[in-house]
């Protein structure tokens, strides 16, 4: 358990939460040096998870890799695959000879995770700078839909599987998450993306189906999302993925539904 008290964490939503709807409802270059803060914030989080058991992956192709995917959504929202390969394949080039030049263990597992570890955060994460963009085009409020709905999906499932939650749901992996938070944090993104339908937002066009599948996004993938990050946590045996954030662990912990609730809610509406 930490050691941080209610207060700190009380202290870490009062600034936290108003400051990410800001960024948001700012959009442009403030959400995307935002999202790139958190980008590699939780790319170093990850790679030191890893240290413990003699990988290093390299945090300085990390950034460049995150910097490439940083720059590609924010200039090319509408997914330029030619563009992407283009830049993607020199890319792996040099983290391979970065690395026959580091001197360090475990080479193959260092390239590996390096590029892993690109792919699953500033690839998936950096989605939202893609969204936020496609929001700004079309006057929608898409990226606002997405993290508040994550919230409320987390609130949910915590509240509900605190008090009635004996049943877990994937103990080896999370043994606090139970099957009725689960369903609660579901049903709750159901009941906000209908209040939503109801006053036309996130979009004018936003209708049932809409409602259907980004609950599922969110109310599924997004829980799915958190199970992933606990799945590497344990691997390593740790409880948080680091303390930046007082009593909420890491950056990496607070962002682990959107990792896969922003790239699917983005190629949904982009496809």
């Known amino acids: 358990m930490s050691d941080i008290s209610p207060k700190g964490r009380t202290l870490v939503n009062a600034l936290g939460i108003p400051g990410i709807l800001l960024m948001i409802w700012l959009g442009g270059i403030y959400f995307l040096l935002f999202i790139t803060v958190v980008i590699i914030l939780a790319l170093k989080e990850f790679y030191s998870l890893y240290r413990t058991k003699g990988i290093y992956a390299s945090l300085p192709m990390g950034v460049v890799g995150s910097a490439f995917f940083i720059w590609f959504y924010y200039t ?3 997914l330029n695959m030619l563009a992407f390969i283009q830049l993607a394949i020199p890319f792996v080039v040099l983290v391979l000879l970065f690395e026959l030049f580091s001197k360090k263990v475990n080479p ?17 994460l950096g989605t939202l700078i893609a969204l936020r963009q496609i929001d700004m085009t079309y006057g929608t409020y898409y990226t606002f839909a997405v993290f508040l709905s994550i919230w409320l999906c987390d609130s949910a499932a915590f509240g509900f599987g605190k008090k009635w939650g004996k049943k ?20 709750s993104t159901f009941i906000f993306f ?22 599922i996004i969110t ?6 999302g958190d199970f992933v990050e606990s799945l590497f946590k344990r691997e390593v045996e740790v409880k948080d993925s680091g303390t930046f954030l007082l009593g909420h662990g890491g950056v990496l912990d607070r962002f682990d539904s959107l990792i896969l609730a922003a790239p699917l809610t983005y190629f949904y509406l982009l496809f």
Request: proline share 7%; aromatic share 12%; net charge positive.
């Open 194 to 215: 209908l209040i939503l339908k109801q006053y036309s937002l996130p979009s004018l066009d936003f209708n049932i189906q809409d409602v259907f599948i980004l609950t």
């Open 168 to 187: 877990k749901i994937l103990p080896r992996v999370s043994p606090k998450k139970s099957i009725v938070g689960s369903i609660a944090g579901l049903i």
């Open 108 to 124: 193959a597992a260092n390239v590996a995770y390096t590029i892993f570890g690109i792919t699953y955060i500033p690839m998936l």
């Open 76 to 78: 090319e929202p509408y």
């Open 219 to 224: 109310g599924v993938f997004g829980q799915l």
